[in-house]
């Protein structure tokens, strides 16, 4: 079985980070005519552990404010803190109480026309977040769809999230 006696199982941050950044997908367009923005989520980066039982989530993304006088560009960084857990139906892992702690933007001088538009992509990508697993355990793998099974809670622990069993 699980090697005898086990009762836990580790996901490493890595591991989260690189199943983000290979399964999400995120490009949202807001308003038409004149103005309009779109925002494109590039890269993220898990950590776990630096707040306890929180994981946050960085997230870089590209942003492009389209207006008649001056197309903008500019790379939104996000950093969301969030309590994660496991979804037994979905063998998956999810986030709840999302909160935004650091927002920046490049090139610096573009921050204070991001700023007006900042919040409600901010929103976009919460949400987003909070309906998307940060990880699904693939059940086509024997060992992690045994875990799948078993798993009843997750525990927030440095550098990993580590699945407490039955």
Not at 19 to 41: C, H, M, P, R, W
Not at 76 to 104: C, M, R
Not at 106 to 134: C, H, N, W
Request: glycine letters at 4%; hydrophobic letters at 40%.
């Amino acid at each position: 079985m699980l090697s005898g006696c086990a009762t836990q199982y580790s996901i490493s941050q890595q591991e989260l980070t690189d199943y983000l950044n290979k399964e999400i997908s995120f490009d949202v367009k807001q308003g038409a005519g004149l103005v309009s923005a779109n925002l494109k989520l590039n890269q993220m980066e898990v950590r776990l552990g630096e707040k306890p039982d929180t994981m946050t989530v960085l997230v870089n993304s590209s942003v492009i404010i389209n207006s008649p006088l001056l197309p903008l560009r500019a790379t939104l960084t996000a950093e969301f803190d969030a309590k994660p857990w496991y979804d037994k139906h979905n063998q998956g892992i999810y986030l709840k109480d999302l909160q935004l702690s650091k927002v920046s933007s490049s090139p610096k001088d573009l921050e204070v026309a991001i700023k007006g538009v900042a919040p409600e992509l901010m929103r976009y990508i919460r949400s987003f977040l909070e309906t998307q697993p940060v990880y699904v355990l693939n059940c086509e793998e024997s060992r992690q769809a045994m875990l799948a099974n078993v798993t009843e809670e997750i525990k927030v622990k440095p550098g990993k999230l580590v699945l407490v069993f039955k």
